[in-house]
Nanobody, 115 residues
C-alpha cells in the first residue's frame, strides 16, 4: 500500500482555479497509474482524471478542457490543475495510486465552488 496525502482544496468562486497536490510515500512511484477521483454529497465516487507511468492521460468528459493532471516522478507527486471551476465541481477529491495488485487512496481534500 502507498500512503497518499492530498492538499490544495478550498473555497473558490465560480470561474476560479485551484491546484490540488498529492504526495505519495513510495520508492517506486513512477510505476503507478495515478488518478484523481471525486465524491459529491449523496453521489458515488467518480473518476476525474488519470495519468499512467508513461504519462498518458484520461479525463472525465465533464472536466475535459478545464482540468489538467500531471506528475513529478522525482518528487513522488501528482497534481490536478483545475480551471473554470463550476459549482458542480464541488466534492471531496481523492488521490489514487493503482499498482499491479494494489489500489491506495488518500484521505481526500474538500473543494467547494460557490459564490
Amino acid at each position: 500500500q502507498v500512503r497518499l496525502v492530498e492538499s490544495g482544496g478550498g473555497l473558490v468562486h465560480p470561474g476560479g482555479s485551484l491546484r490540488l497536490s498529492c504526495a505519495a510515500s513510495t520508492s517506486i512511484f513512477s510505476i503507478y497509474t495515478m488518478g484523481w477521483y471525486r465524491q459529491a454529497p449523496g453521489k458515488q465516487r467518480e473518476l476525474v482524471a488519470t495519468i499512467t507511468s508513461g504519462r498518458s492521460t484520461n479525463y472525465a468528459d465533464s472536466v475535459k478542457g478545464r482540468f489538467t493532471i500531471s506528475r513529478d516522478n522525482a518528487e513522488n507527486m501528482v497534481f490536478l490543475q483545475m480551471t473554470s471551476l463550476k459549482p458542480e465541481d464541488t466534492a471531496v477529491y481523492y488521490c489514487n495510486a493503482l499498482g499491479l495488485s494494489t489500489s491506495s487512496w488518500g484521505q481526500g481534500t474538500q473543494v467547494t465552488v460557490s459564490s
